[in-house]
Each structure stands twice: as C-alpha cells, then as structure tokens.
C-alpha cells in the first residue's frame, strides 16, 4: 500500500495501476471509502511513500476498467452513436473512439460510430472537439447533457 497526502488529507491507498492522459492518474482503491475505485491525480499527492502493508487486488483488470469509460472519468455506461458529416468521415473512419466501438458509413456518405462506454463530460469535450460535423444522436441524456454544456459556456460570451 502506498500512502500521501490528497487535498489536505492523509490517504492509505491500494495502487491498482495508472492511467497516462493528458495527466497522470493513480487507479486506486481507499480502504477508509470502502471498496471502490477511485482516479487519483498523480500530480497532486503530497509526500507519497510506499509502506510495510499489502494489500490483495484480487481479479481487478486495469484494462477491463479503462474499457468501462471514455477516458478517466466513470459513472453510468451509455450506449453512444455519434454521426459524422461526410466531409469528417474519412477522418472519423480512421480514428480510434472507444475499444468496443463500431463504424459504418452511410448511403449520404456520413458516418456513425457507435461505442459502449461511461465518462460522459469527456465524451462531451471529445465531441465538441469536432465541431458542428459531430452530432450525438444517443443517448438522449448526453444530447441534454451536450446542450446544456454549451448553453453554460455561451453565457461567458453574451
């Protein structure tokens, strides 16, 4: 087990693994949350040290957990399908969303990209990097969550 300081607090964690990102986050499990898994960003430990206890992290797979998201963040897994202008197609045909993603391109020369996967504001900031070519056509839930992250940010601008 290894133990450190996160926001002010002393942690005695269960290192599962890492995820390398933009940034550098510790898979762990904290014994004083209970049993589940939590991301940890590496950058702001304080003092981390390694200690005398073990700890068994039984069948954990980090790539099974990385496969349950779309980036870092997890929560309810949501069954996507993104559609793709015909102008970003040939870009969206060679491009790698998800591991459990689907394409396929369509009569109009579009093309859908259908993946399983939970981490919905990276899923946002990951469409929105495409611009207007990407459309969420489901789940309605991140379609609402979609146009409500961009109706928060317009308001910086009116």
Known sequence: MVEGIYHGKTRLIEPLGMIYG???????????????????????????????KIFDKSDFSLQEYTNLSFGVY?????????????????EAS?????????GKYNEDGSYTVTFRASGSLEIIWHVFKWGSGCKIIAPKLLKDEYKKYLEDNLKNYL
Do not use: C, M
């Open 22 to 52: 933009e940034k550098i986050y510790l898979v762990a499990r904290e014994k004083a949350k209970g049993d589940g898994i939590y991301n940890y960003l590496l950058h702001k430990f304080e003092g981390l040290k390694l200690t005398d």
């Open 74 to 90: 997890h929560g309810e897994i949501l069954d996507v399908e993104l559609l793709f202008s015909q102008e970003l197609a040939p």
């Open 94 to 102: 060679q491009f790698n969303f998800h591991p459990t993603q689907r």
